[in-house]
């Protein structure tokens, strides 16, 4: 049981590139979102999905965008790539989208630098 | 509006002794509170949660109380081991479709 995969670990882009962070996950799970991890802030939510179709946004989406169309991926695309957006980014996912009364499962994270 | 405010770090201790970290969030409603843990170069995993006042989660020899009173969930042990080097966050779920995590807790443990 793999969990929840993401590719690429490591990445450096130039300012404008564009890219698709990976996300997959094996576990059937409605529920999957990514995350940003940036130092003193905590982890803050981008976007999430409730089912495959369904997307939403999160706190900080701007210049991201997202699709899911199917239950297993969720992947994040950067379509012209900031310094602003260097980070560490995670993906979950969950059985439920009600997530207070089930356990979320994180990918390893995709670390970002953007020059 | 829905926030985490956690103890800054890093901490260091050393083997066998107490630790205890500081959560404590603002929300409105009943959120649940969890304690995520984050191992080097691995991703968030899940150590303990609570769904509702006074509950209290445990795992590995971790607690924390859901505290509605004075709005805590401070994560305790008694005896830290090597192992349990890592960051710790503390994050509150207050609709079920997403987190709000605190900024994190870096826990060194030496021999």
């Known amino acids: 049981n793999a969990g929840v995969t993401q590719t690429p670990k490591f990445q450096v882009l130039k300012t404008g590139q564009s890219m698709t962070l990976q996300c997959a996950q094996d576990?059937?799970?409605?529920?999957m979102s990514w995350y940003r991890q940036d130092p003193g802030m905590g982890l803050r939510l981008i976007h999430y999905s409730v089912g495959a179709g369904i997307t939403d946004q999160g706190e900080v989406p701007n210049g991201y965008n997202v699709s899911r169309s199917t239950t297993e991926d969720f992947p994040l695309r950067l379509l012209s790539a900031a310094p602003s957006q260097t980070s560490v980014y995670f993906c979950?996912?969950?059985?439920?989208?009600?997530?207070?009364?089930?356990?979320?499962?994180f990918g390893q994270g995709t670390r970002l630098t953007v020059v | 509006g829905d926030s985490v405010t956690q103890m800054e770090g890093p901490v260091t201790l050393s083997e066998e002794a107490c630790l205890t970290i500081n959560c404590t969030y603002t929300a409105t409603g009943y959120p649940s509170l969890f304690w995520y843990v984050q191992y080097p170069g691995e991703g968030l995993q899940l150590l303990l949660k609570?769904?509702?006042?006074?509950d209290k989660g445990s795992n590995k020899g971790f607690e924390a109380t859901y505290r509605k009173e004075t709005t805590s969930f401070h994560l305790e042990k008694g005896s830290v081991q090597v192992s349990d080097s890592a960051v710790y966050f503390c994050a509150l779920s207050p609709t079920g479709n997403q987190f709000y995590f605190g900024t994190g807790t870096s826990l060194t443990v030496i021999p």
């Open positions: 609570a769904t509702k006042a006074d």
């Open positions: 979950a996912s969950s059985y439920s989208i009600n997530i207070q009364n089930t356990e979320a499962f």
């Open positions: 576990m059937n799970h409605e529920y």
